[in-house]
């Protein structure tokens, strides 16, 4: 499975961005897909997530600002972004789960700077 993301960039304090991760390759169940973030001198850490079925997960530190949503036939992930934050600067990795393997983004930049 390879996971293609897309949809970073430079945004201001309290601006909008969407991000966008499809997959591709040998594809049965993504049984979860999701966002993590790193920012420089931190760990990667879990933003939000979905499953196959709809459950969702957030960081607290994102909830009621950011949403994720899933296009299951087209095997997307997608982040929407509002209220950004200068703490929300780092690099985003999109994360999929089928059965026992988890496979990971190359990354986009978000950079939330006036």
């Known amino acids: 499975v390879q996971l293609q993301a897309s949809g970073g960039g430079l945004v201001q304090p309290g601006g909008s961005l969407r991000l966008s991760c499809a997959a591709s390759?040998?594809?049965?169940?993504?049984?979860?897909m999701g966002w993590y973030r790193q920012a420089p001198g931190n760990k990667r850490e879990l933003v939000a997530s979905?499953?196959?079925?709809?459950?969702?997960n957030y960081a607290g530190s994102v909830k009621g600002r950011f949403t994720i949503s899933r296009d299951n036939g087209k095997n997307t992930v997608y982040l929407q972004m509002n209220s950004l934050k200068p703490e929300d600067t780092a690099v985003y990795y999109c994360?999929?789960?089928?059965?026992?393997?988890?496979?990971w983004g190359q990354g986009t930049l978000v950079t939330v700077s006036s």
């Open positions: 994360n999929a789960v089928q059965g026992q393997r988890t496979y």
């Open positions: 979905e499953t196959s079925s709809g459950g969702t």
């Open positions: 390759g040998t594809i049965l169940r993504l049984n979860v």
